[in-house]
């Protein structure tokens, strides 16, 4: 799953870049140049998408681009954290019955969905599996 969010840059009265991601109302940052924005724009979405999910709302979907919109793309440990957490907002599932499901003590359910926290691999499949989802690895060139 490719979460690639549309990016849109404005340049601001005392030359910097304001880089944002309309998708996700809030996610804002500035930089020197439109790269630098661009650059920083990713912790900023992490940042206000963990908030999304401590607020227990729902994650929005990216849009499509446009033809040539600068995108940015979230981070496969927490695109699956956050298919993690989607699943159990779409099913009601609490973090106390994913943990009793997965024979987990509910902490580590809580640092599961942590987006800051560095979860095991197997520690996200076991969860997936838990709500009926798989992971999927796709490697791609690079731009």
């Known amino acids: 799953m490719l979460e690639a969010y549309p990016v849109v840059f404005t340049l601001d009265t005392n030359k910097t870049v304001i880089a944002e991601v309309p998708d996700v109302p ?13 650059a920083r724009i990713q912790d900023a979405l992490i940042a206000m998408l963990a ?11 990216p849009s499509r681009p446009k033809r040539d919109q600068a995108t940015v793309t979230i981070p496969p440990m927490v695109a ?3 298919a993690i957490y ?9 973090q106390l019955k994913l943990a009793e499901r997965l024979g987990r003590d509910p902490r580590q359910i809580r640092r599961l969905l942590n987006l800051d926290h560095n979860s095991r691999l197997d520690h996200l499949e076991a969860a997936l599996h838990a709500l009926g989802k798989r992971l999927l690895v796709d490697v791609r060139d690079a731009a």
């Open 26 to 38: 809030g996610t804002m940052t500035v930089g020197k140049s439109r790269q630098q924005a661009l």
């Open 86 to 94: 989607r699943a159990m907002l779409e099913q009601k599932v609490s």
């Open 51 to 61: 908030g999304y999910t401590e607020q227990k709302l729902p994650i929005p979907r």
């Open 80 to 82: 699956a954290k956050l």
